[in-house]
């Protein structure tokens, strides 16, 4: 058995292998060998001075087989095996399709929008020319939303499903070996493509199918079970289970659905705003006024407060990041972030949201299941509106926004559509625009200088959650009217984030084979 200890060093002792080889051969009182460790944790302690970096290390001795940092996933060839259609491409549908291999069934992938290559040129297109394309964007297409983030692999949801394996298989597919243990690993949105057509290929290799640029507009029902769906194109699919992970964007999907009879709930979410300040003063903020130097990571933070009964937090802190567009409607203008794997922008933006409650929505009643939809879509056609139409965005400065004070100017942002000067702050919902200025005030008191005029706020972040659940048997995670249907991940409402999704698609693999063998 290798010898488990853990290293308390410097950022720089950290960083260096010797040192850290040295320091495991004082605490073991023996030899170590640089090629016989294995890290196991990696974690920044910088609540105080000075900043330290916890080291989980496994050693081994020299005649000692070393344990393989990822499980070797035994893929089986479905080519001639039942079919499951899969509907979307994000972390949620492709772990499906990933876990079905093991289990010995055909995923068929149904995907509206391209493969990341041309993706990735329909997303420079909105960058440089607000030229959007309401099928191949920053929410749609293959990998979902999650392609161009920041590529975060934490969550806090660790009881529903092994978030290590969706590490693992990351790894497999090109991820860095340091997702294995950094507490807070991420990969990157340069990186994220590769690793997505990886998981494509593995897909395809095994005899699964994919299909990109085919919507799906209907579920074929034969006596109250799924027998398919229905393709835009006019074509259809045959398959006894469907595997819903759509993503919380595909809005059309939540009325395809209500058309056709199939139960949804509305359900609390949160939209607000996302504040990008430089990254040097977050930096300076969380690392006590010290220069970060070459061996600390952009600094991040995750702040949460209580406002008049409502939580006001961070969302997808994007150190070292951009804002980009996250628009799929030609009217409506969204926001979100990301960031390269090495976090070298020098600016640093997050999600300030608030909680909204089924009884903060408007309409709720006259409204059913999809009344949080339109009030998501009221927000997104004011930024919209606000921005002047397209895609640059409105824009209002961070102590401006609080005093509810205009901005004659704004400091300069890594929005790439450009932003213009708009009072957020006065045509915000009441109920969301005072929360965050309270939110923002108790932030500065947590993080001197967060309050801050060279701060930008942006609007709007509304994409943070779904706003309908698709109701699941807990146990079989079937719809509970439908047999057959499997929604998961963030636009069933049951997941969110990367991590989350990807643990979710699994169990509806694992819950499809119990249902169909």
Same mark, same amino acid.
């Given at each position: 058995?290798?010898?488990?200890?853990?290293?308390?060093?410097?950022?720089?002792?950290?960083?260096?292998?010797?040192?850290?080889?040295?320091?495991?051969?004082?605490?073991?009182?023996?030899?170590?060998?640089?090629?016989?460790?294995?890290?196991?944790?990696?974690?920044?302690?910088?609540?105080?001075?000075?900043?330290?970096?916890?080291?989980?290390?496994?050693?081994?001795?020299?005649?000692?087989?070393?344990?393989?940092?990822?499980?070797?996933?035994?893929?089986?060839?479905?080519?001639?095996?039942?079919?499951?259609?899969?509907?979307?491409?994000?972390?949620?549908?492709?772990?499906?399709?990933?876990?079905?291999?093991?289990?010995?069934?055909?995923?068929?992938?149904?995907?509206?929008?391209?493969?990341?290559?041309?993706?990735?040129?329909?997303?420079?297109?909105?960058?440089?020319? %607000?030229?959007?394309?309401?099928?191949?964007?920053?929410?749609?297409?293959?990998?979902?939303?999650?392609?161009?983030?920041?590529?975060?692999?934490?969550?806090?949801?660790?009881?529903?499903?092994?978030?290590?394996?969706?590490?693992?298989?990351? !790894?497999?597919?090109?991820? $860095?070996?340091?997702?294995?243990?950094?507490?807070?690993?991420?990969?990157?949105?340069?990186?994220?493509?590769?690793?997505?057509?990886?998981?494509?290929?593995?897909?395809?290799?095994?005899?699964?199918?994919?299909?990109?640029?085919?919507?799906?507009?209907?579920?074929?029902?034969?006596?109250?079970?799924? @027998?398919?769906?229905?393709?835009?194109?006019?074509?259809?699919?045959?398959?006894?289970?469907?595997?819903?992970?759509?993503?919380?964007? &595909?809005? $059309?999907?939540?009325?395809?659905?209500?058309?056709?009879?199939? &139960?949804?709930?509305?359900?609390?979410?949160?939209?607000?705003?996302?504040?990008?300040?430089?990254?040097?003063?977050? $930096?300076?903020?969380?690392?006590?006024?010290?220069?970060?130097?070459?061996?600390?990571? @952009? &600094?991040? !933070?995750?702040?949460?407060?209580?406002?008049?009964?409502? %939580?006001?937090?961070?969302?997808?802190?994007?150190?070292?990041?951009?804002?980009?567009?996250?628009?799929?409607?030609?009217?409506?203008?969204?926001?979100?972030?990301?960031?390269?794997?090495?976090?070298?922008?020098?600016?640093?933006?997050?999600?300030?949201?608030?909680?909204?409650?089924?009884?903060?929505?408007?309409?709720?009643?006259?409204?059913?299941?999809?009344?949080?939809?339109?009030?998501?879509?009221?927000?997104?056609?004011?930024?919209?509106?606000?921005?002047?139409?397209?895609?640059?965005?409105?824009?209002?400065?961070?102590?401006?926004?609080?005093?509810?004070?205009?901005?004659?100017?704004?400091?300069?942002?890594?929005?790439?559509?450009?932003?213009?000067?708009?009072?957020?702050?006065?045509?915000?919902? &009441?109920?969301?625009?005072?929360?965050?200025? @309270?939110?923002?005030?108790?932030?500065?008191?947590?993080?001197?200088?967060?309050?801050?005029?060279?701060?930008?706020?942006?609007?709007?972040?509304?994409?943070?959650?779904?706003?309908?659940?698709?109701?699941?048997?807990?146990?079989?995670?079937?719809?509970?009217?439908?047999?057959?249907?499997?929604?998961?991940?963030?636009?069933?409402?049951?997941?969110?984030?990367?991590?989350?999704?990807?643990?979710?698609?699994?169990?509806?693999?694992?819950?499809?084979?119990?249902?169909?063998?």
């Amino acid at each position: 058995m290798p010898e488990a200890i853990t290293l308390v060093l410097s950022p720089a002792e950290a960083a260096d292998l010797d040192t850290i080889r040295r320091s495991a051969r004082r605490k073991l009182g023996h030899p170590v060998a640089a090629d016989r460790i294995v890290f196991t944790r990696r974690s920044i302690d910088a609540r105080k001075r000075p900043i330290r970096v916890n080291l989980g290390l496994s050693v081994y001795d020299d005649n000692e087989p070393m344990d393989a940092q990822c499980p070797v996933f035994q893929y089986r060839n479905v080519a001639t095996a039942e079919p499951v259609l899969i509907v979307g491409a994000g972390p949620a549908g492709l772990f499906a399709a990933l876990r079905l291999l093991e289990l010995g069934l055909k995923p068929v992938v149904v995907e509206r929008g391209k493969p990341v290559g041309p993706r990735r040129r329909d997303v420079a297109a909105l960058n440089r020319r %607000g030229i959007l394309d309401s099928d191949s964007n920053y929410a749609f297409g293959e990998g979902g939303a999650g392609t161009f983030s920041d590529g975060k692999l934490y969550t806090r949801s660790k009881k529903r499903g092994d978030h290590k394996r969706v590490l693992q298989r990351f !790894y497999q597919h090109g991820a $860095d070996a340091a997702i294995l243990y950094e507490a807070h690993a991420h990969i990157g949105s340069n990186r994220l493509p590769g690793i997505v057509q990886a998981m494509r290929e593995t897909i395809l290799r095994h005899g699964g199918e994919i299909h990109f640029q085919q919507a799906v507009v209907g579920l074929t029902i034969i006596g109250g079970r799924i @027998a398919g769906a229905v393709l835009r194109d006019g074509g259809r699919l045959a398959a006894r289970a469907v595997i819903l992970a759509t993503g919380h964007s &595909a809005r $059309d999907v939540y009325g395809m659905l209500l058309r056709q009879g199939i &139960a949804l709930e509305a359900k609390a979410f949160a939209m607000g705003v996302r504040v990008e300040h430089p990254q040097e003063l977050i $930096d300076r903020i969380q690392y006590h006024g010290q220069p970060r130097g070459d061996h600390l990571p @952009a &600094a991040a !933070y995750r702040l949460v407060q209580q406002v008049d009964g409502r %939580g006001v937090y961070s969302f997808c802190m994007c150190p070292g990041g951009f804002i980009v567009p996250a628009s799929t409607e030609p009217d409506r203008l969204v926001v979100n972030g990301m960031s390269f794997a090495k976090r070298n922008s020098p600016f640093a933006n997050a999600g300030i949201v608030v909680e909204i409650t089924l009884d903060d929505i408007p309409g709720l009643t006259s409204g059913g299941p999809l009344a949080g939809l339109d009030y998501q879509e009221t927000l997104e056609r004011l930024a919209f509106q606000n921005g002047g139409g397209g895609v640059v965005a409105p824009a209002q400065r961070l102590a401006d926004f609080v005093a509810g004070r205009p901005s004659s100017t704004l400091p300069k942002c890594s929005y790439p559509p450009g932003v213009t000067a708009s009072p957020l702050s006065a045509w915000l919902p &009441a109920p969301i625009g005072r929360r965050l200025q @309270a939110g923002f005030k108790a932030f500065d008191r947590r993080l001197k200088g967060f309050l801050t005029n060279d701060a930008v706020v942006v609007g709007v972040e509304s994409r943070t959650s779904s706003p309908v659940r698709i109701p699941r048997h807990p146990q079989t995670l079937q719809h509970i009217d439908l047999d057959g249907l499997f929604p998961c991940g963030e636009g069933a409402g049951y997941a969110g984030g990367i991590v989350s999704c990807a643990v979710d698609g699994e169990r509806a693999a694992e819950a499809v084979v119990s249902y169909l063998i």
